[in-house]
């Protein structure tokens, strides 16, 4: 069975940082033959891509709103990715989830597998 299990959520006061991590197991594949992404969803909102990564590659993907303050990165040993997130704002609050499909995932297309996701409240 695929499992992905985020951790690393909880409250933070605007301004500050936090860092999420994913931890992927039961994969059919090797860990780099696999896209990950970091998706959110807020009260009231869609849920939204956040970021990705392709792990056979690095190569990385980010929503506009997160660009420039957010950082995913992925240990292949460990089988995880991380969601490094700074200059935290109250509009960042949301579940967080960690996704996983076969690489490649075209932007738009949805992710096979899903975490259970992690709270991240930021405060004003």
């Known amino acids: 069975e695929v499992q992905l299990v985020e951790s690393g959520g909880g409250l933070v006061q605007a301004g500050g940082s936090l860092t999420l991590s994913c931890a992927a197991s039961?994969?059919?594949?090797?860990?780099?033959?696999?896209?990950m992404g970091w998706f959110r969803q807020a009260p009231g909102k869609e849920r939204e891509g956040v970021s990705r990564?392709?792990?056979?590659?690095?190569?990385?993907y980010y929503a506009g709103s997160v660009r420039g303050r957010f950082t995913m990165s992925s240990d292949d040993a460990k089988n995880m990715v991380s969601l490094e997130m700074n200059g935290l704002k109250p509009e960042d609050t949301a579940v967080y989830y960690c996704?996983?499909?076969?690489?490649?995932?075209?932007?738009?297309?949805?992710?096979?597998?899903w975490g259970q996701g992690t709270q991240v409240t930021v405060s004003s």
């Open positions: 990564i392709d792990i056979s590659d690095g190569t990385t």
């Open positions: 996704a996983a499909s076969p690489a490649p995932v075209p932007l738009g297309m949805e992710f096979d597998y």
């Open positions: 039961g994969f059919t594949f090797d860990f780099d033959d696999y896209t």
